[in-house]
């Protein structure tokens, strides 16, 4: 049985571009704090890879501080500042802000006072798009780097959070990009690195997939791969929408991210359905990646007004550019199966 794998918004496959970048950055030994020709080397990959990263993220001129990820970015972002958000953000950030921006059943959030409020650009789960107030405290551009064609000079926002292992860099590796001159207190002290805002020896490996992955993913982009991808998402709700009339498709009159498509079946939870369609040998998720093995319900949907049943009963199916006409129609012809099961057994 080929699996296939349709949860590209939790982790994506290793770019080979990213592999060879990393295999590449093995040999340099140096540590890039040294001012020895094997320090300045490995210096010279993190600076490579800077550059590609500010130039993949539309950011000339802004700073890029690595981090390990955008966990870490959120907490060096949003930690003490006291920050206005909403319920549909990821954990990571819901950690660190005050939750009481109001959401629609849609998933679009209105900012009152955006200087000192965070947003996300694009929702993990269902993909919805928000449309970002001028002058921003902070952005989770997590899921929208490589995807969209945005570029941080255009955004108007003071900071964002960017990962490498959603656009096909390695895991353990991301980046707090901010407005050059912008006061951010490092939140882990020692040696300075990171322009002194964020100690400890650079993960010089995991940097150099990330800043070969970006550049990778900014070419996928220029040349109208997601456009592809769009069409395959769409194709796979019609047959969806077409087979079983009780499902409902969160945030489908939005904007939403190409390749992203989240539905509820209530009565049939999220977690059940995962499983059934991963011993299918398809990979799709109930939630964000970060909260699974929580049987809950979805807090993305719960913020969006929907009753704790509808929510726990959501499920999200994310195509990467790999993904084929012939795994969305496979994996729309094997859950309509299972979906009618479901409706026999509960008759």
């Known amino acids: 049985m080929r699996r296939v794998y349709l949860d590209h918004n939790a982790t994506t496959p290793l770019r080979p571009e990213a592999r060879d970048a990393m295999i590449a950055a093995m040999e340099v030994c140096g540590n890039p704090s040294s001012v ?20 993949a993220f539309g950011a000339d001129g802004a700073d890029i501080v690595f981090t390990s990820g955008s966990t870490e970015g959120a907490a060096l972002a949003l930690e003490g500042r ?29 900012v009152a006072d955006p200087a000192r409020s965070t947003l996300q650009l694009a929702n993990s789960e269902t993909g919805v798009i928000q449309a970002l107030p001028k002058g921003l405290a902070v952005t989770d551009a997590t899921q929208a780097f490589g995807k969209l ?40 002290k020692g ?20 800043g070969a992955a970006a550049e990778a993913a900014a070419r996928d982009l220029a040349n109208g791969i997601w456009e592809t991808v769009a069409e395959l ?3 796979l709700e019609k047959a969806l929408e077409a087979g079983s009339k009780s499902t409902i498709f969160v945030g489908k009159d939005q904007d939403r991210l190409p390749n992203t498509l989240c ?18 040998g398809f990979a799709i998720s109930a939630g964000s990646a970060c909260s699974s093995g929580k049987v809950r319900a979805s807090a993305v949907l719960t913020a969006m007004g929907y009753d704790e049943a509808t929510a726990a009963s959501a499920v999200r199916v994310s195509l990467g550019p790999e ?5 969305v129609l496979r994996f729309a012809e094997t859950w309509l199966e299972k979906e009618k099961k479901h409706r026999a057994r509960a008759a």
């Open 233 to 235: 998402r769409n194709i």
């Open 263 to 280: 539905f509820a079946t209530p009565g049939w939870k999220g977690e059940t359905q995962v499983m059934q369609m991963d011993l299918s």
């Open 191 to 210: 040696g300075g690195q990171e322009m002194g805002r964020r100690s400890g020896t650079e993960n010089v490996i995991g940097i150099a997939g990330f």
């Open 36 to 55: 020895h020709a094997e320090g300045r080397a490995a210096k010279a990959v993190i600076e490579k890879a800077r550059a590609q990263v500010a130039a």
């Open 149 to 188: 064609p945005i570029a941080f000079n255009w955004l108007d926002v003071q900071m964002a959070l960017v990962s490498a292992h959603k656009l096909g860099g390695p895991k353990g590796v991301g980046a707090v990009v901010t407005k050059r001159g912008t006061d951010l207190e490092a939140r882990i």
């Open 323 to 327: 993904t084929s006409e012939e795994d």
């Open 82 to 110: 006291g920050l206005h958000g909403a319920g549909i953000e990821h954990d990571a950030v819901r950690a660190w802000t005050v939750e009481d921006l109001p959401v629609s059943s849609q998933g679009a959030v209105t």
